[in-house]
């Protein structure tokens, strides 16, 4: 299983089906929190996410064709685009250095 | 007219803000969104065809009423030119359990429409300016608040 320390993840991926709609959104103020933190914030269609990424956040819906094609990279998925626990769990991770795993 | 920048104009027209609709349903709806950016020029039907298989998929709801419809990534290639339309449902529609009163649908093969999506983002942070989004009869309005900000370095 995939697993990362949140102290060295420099760069989080949000990954939609086409990347011009709700992974923006995410995208958008996910990187506002995570500025301070200096981690960029990318957002992108899952078919295009290079194998190299360390953190992925998506749509639950898309977790698996994700996983198939970042197979060594923590998938994060969550179910609500605004307010889902799962984004403040990986900015808690980045903010104290706790464990993400997939 | 509106606060937009050129660049920003082109992406989101007063022609393309349409307020104080009427849907029957979520297909409804979506159906509306496709034939606006059809009209507005920036997309084919097939397009339009698309933004109801993705909301198959993945529901497009977004929180605070507003959902944001588009066409899957194979559909890119039927989109003519970036543009977001605005279309407002005053009554609500049923989204799956949720109420939307706003659809901003989009159509777009770069980044020309990000600095409206990520002001969009900031408007639903704030449930004031969310409500009027949702609410006004003023399509300047609906410009204004959706006009991209300066980088602001808050909190």
């Not at chain 1, 957002?43 to 198939?68: F, Y």
Request: a negative charge.
């Amino acid at each position: 299983m995939p697993s990362v320390n949140g102290a060295d993840v420099r760069k989080v991926v949000i990954a939609c089906d086409a990347g011009m709609g709700s992974s923006v959104m995410v995208a958008s103020t996910l990187s506002k929190k995570l500025k301070k933190y200096d981690v960029a914030v990318v957002h992108m269609p899952v078919n295009e996410i290079p194998a190299d990424t360390p953190v992925v956040l998506c749509h639950a819906g898309l977790a698996d064709r994700a996983r198939s094609i970042a197979p060594g990279a923590v998938i994060v998925p969550f179910q609500m685009f605004m307010g889902d626990p799962a984004f403040a769990k990986v900015e808690n991770a980045i903010k104290g250095g706790g464990v993400l795993e997939s | 007219m509106g606060s937009l920048s050129p660049d920003t104009q082109q992406v989101l027209g007063a022609d393309a803000v349409r307020l104080g609709l009427a849907a029957t349903d979520r297909l409804d709806a979506l159906r509306q969104c496709g034939a606006v950016l059809v009209e507005v020029g920036a997309a084919t039907e097939a397009y339009a065809e698309a933004i109801l298989e993705r909301e198959e998929s993945v529901s497009t709801y977004m929180g605070e009423g507003v959902a944001i419809p588009h066409g899957t990534d194979a559909s890119r290639e039927h989109i003519k030119r970036a543009a977001l339309a605005v279309l407002q449902f005053p009554d609500g529609v049923d989204w799956g359990g949720h109420q939307v009163q706003l659809c901003i649908a989009i159509a777009s093969r770069s980044d020309e429409h990000i600095s409206l999506l990520q002001s969009l983002a900031m408007v639903l942070t704030d449930k004031q300016r969310a409500a009027r989004l949702r609410e006004t009869n003023d399509i300047d309005e609906v410009l204004t608040l959706l006009a991209p900000q300066a980088e602001e370095d808050d909190d």
